[in-house]
T-cell receptor, first 114, second 115 residues
């Protein structure tokens, strides 16, 4: 059974600093997703990583995927308060098929302090 | 273009009652997923419907059921409500599995409170 673990679960950082959130998954997955959730709100898709070595960037966030290590990272550069949210990664089991479903990590609650 | 819409936004029930939650997918999307987000438990997969059929089911008891209509909207029914069913129920949609990356687009959720 696929398990997805995020580290850390809670992250408090100062504005302007850099940090990385790690997402490990227990079985092979040919793709990885990152989502953001603001308090009381739904999930917003950030990145879809579809191959080994994939790297995507949007503003101060950059995500990468290493399928051999079963690891994805979400790097935050020069954090600002607006990035405060809970970040989820999600993987599938194996390759994408008609029976695939996303399994989510526990989420990383990020707080950026002035 | 309208996103995924869910109703009701909030629902309060008592133990033993039944709850029905509704979801309309993005136009052109044929797959609908349901997830439960209980406090402190992350997102747990409930059900997946595609083209009117149930494609996959999570580890939930049979009192959690649902269906997908010909217009691809979906209903989630929870029978014999228990206190631990209190959660945010999120619906997500995507294009059929063959035509997409698997990226899910989520609605705002229905918050169910069981007293």
């Amino acid at each position: 059974e696929l398990k997805v673990e995020q580290n850390p679960l809670f992250l408090s950082m100062q504005e302007g600093k850099n940090y990385t959130i790690y997402c490990n998954y227990s079985t092979t997955s040919d793709r990885l997703y990152w989502y953001r959730q603001d308090p009381g709100k739904s999930l917003e898709s950030l990145f879809v990583l579809l191959s080994n070595g994939a790297v995507k960037q949007e503003g101060r966030l950059m995500a990468s995927l290493d399928t051999k290590a079963r690891l994805s990272t979400l790097h935050i550069t020069a954090a600002v308060h607006d990035l405060s949210a809970t970040y989820f990664c999600a993987a599938i089991s194996g390759v994408w098929t008609s029976g695939s479903r996303l399994t989510f990590g526990e989420g990383t609650q990020l707080t950026v302090n002035p | 273009e309208a996103g995924v819409t869910q109703s009701p936004t909030h629902l309060i029930k008592t133990r033993g009652q039944q709850a029905t939650l509704r979801c309309s997918p993005i136009s052109g999307h044929t797959s609908v997923y349901w997830y439960q987000q209980a406090l402190g438990l992350g997102l747990q997969f409930l059900l997946w419907y595609d083209e009117g059929e149930e494609r996959n089911r999570g580890n939930f008891p049979p009192r959690f059921s649902g269906r997908q209509f010909p217009n691809y909207s979906s209903e989630l029914n929870v029978n014999a409500l228990e206190l631990e069913d209190s959660a945010l129920y999120l619906c997500a949609s995507t294009k059929g599995w063959q035509a997409n990356t698997g990226e899910l687009f989520f609605g705002e959720g229905s918050r169910l409170t069981v007293l």
